[in-house]
């Protein structure tokens, strides 16, 4: 193996290495041989642990990665012709290289938002010319919790908006790359702020919450059941040694998904720590921290100061707003870190 200078950083929390319990999972069905393609008796045991997440309906398909995830989720439940509402903020409309677009062929209509948060108001103004040929009719509405700028909607927000699209006759997706950290911030089990609040399709994200690369399509709705076993092929995502991915997932939620939360709720008291050292030091930080993302207004001499010993992303240049993730692993230390170097830049 090379050497390895070890870092912190608050960039991004898939910076975060693999949680020791999750790696070890990951040894421990390393002997003997099992069917592939997700035949095996450890994938078996994930779809278990599904129906007793998410309801006896629900149904589950591992896969790579959260792009992959969401492009399977919107595919499911779309047709060619169809496009699809989010937030212009979205993780779909603005970091996945056009992903659903050119494998999918969907047309995605990106509504600006003040906090990354859809509402039935906004997702209406999007639906119009139903009917006509000439405009990519609107096939799913996707929201992400929590948003991709770090807010949390609230039980009672997803159930206005299933309401809403469910009424106008479209499912409703949710991309839950950070749904641990949701559930811990809603102190709520998954089941009650997916399936029970009316969502149809889930991106179930793992990687942020300290899997290696293991995330998951979950159709809450049986009337999309039988499209997946097609699509996840087609679309990149039947992973042949699946056993390794679903012992990934199985351990985030073992024991009422005990450890998926434990490490969202950490990853949120980080975010706590760091907004109240920011909010001391005068910073401005526009957006509620809700989750484990903190986006303060820096000045542009201070944040180039701190970026090599503590890196992370630039949200917006315009007005020096920069984008602080914590992670299951970071500590008090780092979050003390990093406010330090805050304080001697200024």
């Known amino acids: 193996m090379i050497e390895r200078k070890i870092w912190r950083s608050f960039a991004s929390d898939n910076y975060a290495g693999i949680h020791p319990r999750i790696l070890e999972a990951i040894g421990s069905v390393n002997e003997g041989h099992e069917k592939a393609y997700g035949a095996d008796a450890v994938t078996a045991h994930f779809n278990d642990l599904i129906h007793k997440t998410f309801g006896k309906q629900a149904e589950a398909c591992p896969t790579f990665n959260g792009t992959g995830a969401n492009v399977l989720s919107l595919s499911v439940g779309t047709q060619r012709w169809e496009a699809v509402i989010c937030a212009a903020t979205a993780h779909i409309n603005t970091d996945e290289g056009g992903a659903p677009e050119k494998v999918s062929g969907l047309k995605l209509y990106g509504v600006p938002t003040p906090d990354g948060k859809l509402t039935p108001e906004l997702i209406a103004t999007?639906?119009?010319?139903?009917?006509?040929?000439?405009?990519?009719?609107?096939?799913?509405?996707?929201?992400?919790?929590?948003?991709?700028?770090?807010?949390?909607?609230?039980?009672?927000?997803?159930?206005?908006?299933?309401?809403?699209?469910?009424?106008?006759?479209?499912?409703?997706?949710?991309?839950?790359?950070?749904?641990?950290?949701?559930?811990?911030?809603?102190?709520?089990?998954?089941?009650?702020?997916?399936?029970?609040?009316?969502?149809?399709?889930?991106?179930?994200?793992?990687?942020?919450?300290?899997?290696?690369?293991?995330?998951?399509?979950?159709?809450?709705?049986?009337?999309?059941?039988?499209?997946?076993?097609?699509?996840?092929?087609?679309?990149?995502?039947?992973?042949?040694?699946?056993?390794?991915?679903?012992?990934?997932?199985?351990?985030?939620?073992?024991?009422?998904?005990?450890?998926?939360?434990?490490?969202?709720?950490?990853?949120?008291?980080?975010?706590?720590?760091?907004?109240?050292?920011?909010?001391?030091?005068?910073?401005?930080?526009?957006?509620?921290?809700?989750?484990?993302?903190?986006?303060?207004?820096?000045?542009?001499?201070?944040?180039?100061?701190?970026?090599?010993?503590?890196?992370?992303?630039?949200?917006?240049?315009?007005?020096?707003?920069v984008r602080l993730m914590c992670s299951w692993d970071t500590t008090e230390a780092d979050v003390d870190g990093l406010l330090a170097a805050l304080r001697k830049a200024i």
Request: proline share 4%; glycine share 8%.
């Open 126 to 321: 999007q639906v119009y010319d139903m009917g006509s040929v000439h405009r990519a009719q609107p096939g799913v509405v996707s929201i992400t919790q929590t948003t991709e700028c770090g807010t949390l909607y609230s039980i009672d927000e997803i159930k206005a908006i299933a309401d809403y699209t469910h009424s106008i006759g479209l499912p409703l997706h949710m991309d839950g790359a950070r749904i641990s950290n949701a559930a811990a911030a809603l102190g709520k089990s998954f089941k009650e702020f997916t399936t029970d609040a009316g969502v149809d399709l889930l991106s179930f994200g793992g990687t942020k919450i300290g899997a290696m690369g293991a995330e998951a399509v979950v159709i809450l709705n049986d009337r999309y059941t039988n499209r997946i076993p097609y699509l996840r092929k087609s679309l990149m995502q039947l992973s042949s040694k699946m056993r390794f991915v679903s012992a990934q997932l199985i351990t985030l939620l073992d024991n009422d998904s005990e450890l998926a939360i434990a490490n969202g709720r950490h990853a949120n008291a980080m975010a706590q720590r760091l907004v109240a050292g920011i909010h001391e030091l005068g910073f401005e930080v526009p957006y509620s921290v809700d989750a484990n993302a903190v986006f303060p207004i820096l000045p542009k001499h201070v944040y180039d100061a701190v970026q090599d010993e503590f890196p992370f992303y630039i949200w917006d240049h315009t007005i020096g707003q």
